[in-house]
């Protein structure tokens, strides 16, 4: 049984609408409301909550082809008519594979956009809840634009296209807002790892959670880790390695320190040098796993040192003068209130503006998205969801793709078409690539994740307890935090503590121990035997353990939740521990993308790179490779 009373398990289990805008709705009410009809419902996807992200009916046609080996029968006729280009996959990287196409083979152009889901934007997910009459936007996957300053010509060129300009996040996006307001970083380790544990806020400013840049951090440092359910050794190990900030490397030069760095875990750096136990490590083991999908046992000591941890700050070394594969030096701001589903919406009202109403990228943000004519006859570019390819293959014509939509299969004929799918799915769904290329593709493992977000009717507990960001060591989350604070568009962020808000919190498995690879792999697995339930349950105990002493209640607080689950979720990135100096210039990816005949790879993972450039840049290399 659910811990919250007025949220049906139905409701959860179905994904249903907490708005309920489609109950008892005739169709003629529903197709105006934009709504699309799914298992004999008509339904807002975005608004659906419950499990969420790879959501049931969007991944058991593909299990069948790669798990069961199942083949489907190539039906006899085509449907449609002839496409000028096909596209498998409806997340950044198709999208705006279809929006460059447009451009190069004129408005004209007939093209289908195919995708497994219910919904369009791939990982770029938007969640919406109603609580008491007030409407919650959030991301249910990719979530920033990230460094757009250092962003290619073409996909800086792209942004443009679609109305964004990053410059205006500066004035959307309050960097000082949680600031202002007392609230600050807080670790609360999991009781049931860490018998005694309680929220531990390092006070207002706290960001960093084990690094201290100035006298003030570290002494506030220096109380927190007085606080940890750890021994007497472990807590003086890590004051001595964080707040005292050692030379542990001293006996190296600058370049035998990088080169110290790159090769060995910062984990176990920490334990060598540092003298921290497992305990201790696992203390602070899973801080960037929402960056990284890992834990430090599988992180660099260098990749460390660019992030500023603690531990690293005493070595002397500029972490902007150390060798590093990305640019990070604009903030974190370029976010809208959905995330980068903002992104995929602004593309998708180029392609089919009937359906998405925003001309700006301030009026996506409340725009309302018509599902139901996605895919209309009349449409130059139609969005068919719910389809998942099962073969794609040359013809003398050009392509042909069939794909199973409500369990019927169909097969659709095209002069070329736009692989924008995962890698791992190619080998099963593309006969004619070698068995070099197919291995090739199915080497990177994607990283599995959970983006959960939490409607709650007020954030009274967290102002309370001066806390908007928590770190929580041995649970089954690694972090959570209140939303970002973006005001745009006509939608207002929650100012005030008694104003609904959404809580985000974050979830990857991992495999302390094991390679990157392995730990993915079996972390996906591991995700699949999670229920909805268990994700409720360890939310309601997180929220009641860390801010039930500030007065929160979950039966009164929790107005909705939805786990957007992405067992392939991020692309995967090469790290220099294991995969040597490969990179998005250098690696297995380069080859694995190559085009087969007029069908063409366009995703993240051919970019070896998960943002949304990566994703752009792929487009851009496959519509180039197809048209020149």
């Known amino acids: 049984m659910s811990k919250l009373k007025g949220i049906s398990r139905r409701d959860f289990l179905n994904g249903v609408a907490l708005t309920g805008v489609a109950v008892g709705l005739s169709p003629m009410a529903a197709m105006a409301e934009g709504l699309v009809k799914s298992d004999g419902a008509w339904t807002y996807p975005p608004a659906k909550t419950g499990l969420r992200g790879s959501h049931v009916g969007s991944f058991e046609v593909a299990h069948a082809i790669s798990w069961e080996h199942k083949t489907y029968e190539r039906p006899e006729k085509a449907v449609d008519g002839f496409y000028d280009l096909v596209i498998v996959g409806g997340g950044i990287s198709g999208l705006a594979s279809a929006v460059l196409a ?137 004051h001595h390695w964080l707040v005292d900030q050692p030379d542990w490397l001293a006996h190296l030069g600058r370049d035998e320190k990088i080169a110290y760095l790159r090769s060995h875990s910062y984990e176990s750096c920490m334990q060598e040098f540092g003298g921290l136990s497992e305990d201790a490590c696992e203390m602070m083991r899973n801080e960037m796993t929402g960056l990284w999908g890992l834990g430090w046992d599988a ?209 990857v498995p991992t495999s302390p121990g094991l390679t990157s690879r392995e730990q993915h792999k079996a972390g996906r697995y591991e995700m699949y035997a999670l229920t909805f339930e268990d994700f409720e349950t360890a939310i309601v105990d997180e929220l009641t353990q860390a801010f039930g002493p500030y007065g929160f209640d979950a039966e009164r607080d929790i107005a909705g939740i939805t786990v957007n689950r992405w067992p392939h979720g991020y692309a995967y990135e090469y790290n220099e521990l294991f995969d040597g100096d490969w990179s998005p210039t250098k690696g297995p990816h380069i080859e694995a993308r190559k085009p087969v005949g007029k069908l063409a790879i366009a995703n993240s993972d051919s970019s070896a790179y998960a943002y949304v450039n990566g994703a752009v840049d792929a487009a851009i290399r496959a519509v180039e490779t197809l048209y020149g």
């Open 299 to 507: 992180i660099s000591g260098l990749e460390a040192l660019r992030l500023g941890q603690g531990g690293t700050l005493g070595l002397g070394l500029d972490p902007q003068e150390v060798p590093k594969p990305y640019h990070w030096d604009e903030p974190y701001i370029f976010h809208f209130p959905d995330g980068n589903a903002g992104v995929a919406r602004l593309a998708v009202a180029k392609l089919v503006p009937e359906a998405m109403p925003a001309q700006s990228m301030e009026d996506e943000v409340l725009a309302r998205a018509h599902y139901d004519r996605l895919d209309l006859p009349t449409n130059k570019v139609r969005i068919r969801l719910s389809s998942t390819a099962v073969q794609a293959v040359n013809t003398e014509k050009g392509v042909e793709v069939t794909y199973v939509r409500d369990g019927n299969v169909e097969r659709v004929e095209a002069r070329a078409g736009i692989m924008a799918c995962y890698n791992h799915i190619l080998p099963y769904i593309m006969p004619e690539l070698s068995a070099e290329q197919k291995e090739l593709l199915d080497w990177p493992e994607k990283v599995p994740l959970a983006y959960i977000n939490v409607a709650l009717r007020n954030w009274k507990a967290f102002k309370k307890a001066g806390v908007n960001y928590v770190f929580t060591p041995g649970a089954l989350f690694s972090n959570y935090s209140l939303d970002f604070p973006v005001s745009m568009g006509g939608y207002a962020f929650a100012a005030k503590p008694e104003d609904p808000i959404m809580v985000h919190m974050t979830y």
């Open 102 to 238: 447009q451009e190069k083979l004129g408005p004209d152009a007939r093209i289908l956009i195919l995708d497994n889901h219910d919904d369009f934007g791939g990982h770029a997910k938007r969640n919406e809840f109603n609580v008491d009459g007030k409407t919650l936007i959030g991301y249910g996957g990719s979530q920033t634009i990230e460094g757009p300053g250092h962003y290619s010509a073409g996909a800086k060129a792209f942004l443009e296209k679609l109305g964004i300009d990053t410059e205006k996040f500066y004035r959307y996006f309050d960097q000082s807002f949680y600031e202002r307001a007392g609230l600050g970083a807080a670790v609360h380790p999991n009781p049931e790892r860490f018998p005694g544990s309680k929220l531990l806020p390092l006070g207002q400013g706290g960001g960093d959670i084990w690094a201290a840049y100035d006298e003030d951090g570290k002494k506030r440092l220096a109380a927190m880790i007085g606080e940890l359910p750890l021994g007497d050794a472990d807590r003086k190990a890590m």
